[in-house]
T-cell receptor, first 112, second 110 residues
C-alpha cells in the first residue's frame, strides 16, 4: 500500500457543488499538507496541519476548508466549486520541520 | 516577488551531459533545502536534502547550497533519459511548510 493515499484520483464536478478530497497516510507522521499544482504556477500551499488540533492557512486558502479527523487523515473540501479550482491536488506528510515530504499520487479535479 | 524563484525551462540535453538546475530565494530564514523530482502524472518524490551551506553528493546527484548568495543548485552527472522529469526546489524554515519553486522541466535525449 502507498504511504500516502488520495481519493479520488480523478473527479469532474459542476460549478457550485461541494466536493471533498480525502487523504490518509501510514507514515505515522504528525504533519500533513494540501497543495495544488497548476501549469506555470508550481505547487502552492492551501492548508497545513502540524497535529490533530493544529490547522493553518496557506498561501491560497480562500474557497477551501480542511478537517483533520485523526493523525492519519486530512481532508480538503471545496464548499462551492468554481472553474478556477480546476487543478492537480496533492496531499503530503512529514515528520519534524526539516524532514522531506512524502506526497500522494494526486487528485485531478476538473470543475465545469 | 515570490520567495523562491526557479527557471521553468524547458531544458533539453543529450544523454551523458552534466545538468545544472538552480533556484534563488529571498527569505534568509530558510534553513532546510530540498530537491524533488516529479514524473508526469505522479507526485513529487524527494531527491536530495541539505541543511547547511556546502555540497552534498548522492550517486550522480550533487546538491549545493550557498546561503550567502541565497542560491541553491542541483547537478546531475552522466544524465540518462530516465532523468527526464520536472525538478522542483523547495525550502523551509522551522514552524512553516515547504515553499516550492515552479519547477524546471528537463528532457534528456538519447
Amino acid at each position: 500500500d502507498a504511504d500516502v493515499t488520495q481519493t479520488p484520483r480523478n473527479r469532474i464536478t459542476k460549478t457550485g457543488k461541494r466536493i471533498m478530497l480525502e487523504c490518509s497516510q501510514t507514515k505515522g507522521h504528525d504533519r500533513m499538507y494540501w497543495y495544488r499544482q497548476d501549469p506555470g504556477l508550481g505547487l502552492r500551499l492551501i492548508y497545513y496541519s502540524f497535529d490533530v488540533k493544529d490547522i493553518n492557512k496557506g498561501e491560497i486558502s480562500d474557497g477551501y476548508s480542511v478537517s483533520r479527523q485523526a493523525q492519519a487523515k486530512f481532508s480538503l473540501s471545496l464548499e462551492s466549486a468554481i472553474p478556477n479550482q480546476t487543478a492537480l491536488y496533492f496531499c503530503a506528510t512529514s515528520g519534524s520541520a526539516g524532514q522531506g515530504y512524502t506526497f500522494g499520487s494526486g487528485t485531478r479535479l476538473t470543475v465545469v | 516577488q515570490k520567495e523562491v524563484e526557479q527557471d521553468p525551462g524547458p531544458l533539453s540535453v543529450p544523454e551523458g551531459a552534466i545538468v545544472s538546475l538552480n533556484c534563488t530565494y529571498s527569505n534568509s530564514a530558510f534553513q532546510y533545502f530540498m530537491w524533488y523530482r516529479q514524473y508526469s502524472r505522479k507526485g513529487p518524490e524527494l531527491l536530495m536534502y541539505t541543511y547547511s551551506s556546502g555540497n552534498k553528493e548522492d550517486g550522480r546527484f550533487t546538491a549545493q547550497v550557498d546561503k550567502s548568495s541565497k542560491y541553491i543548485s542541483l547537478f546531475i552527472r552522466d544524465s540518462q533519459p530516465s532523468d527526464s522529469a520536472t525538478y522542483l526546489c523547495a525550502m523551509v524554515n522551522s514552524g512553516y511548510a515547504l515553499n516550492f519553486g515552479k519547477g524546471t522541466s528537463l528532457l534528456v535525449t538519447p
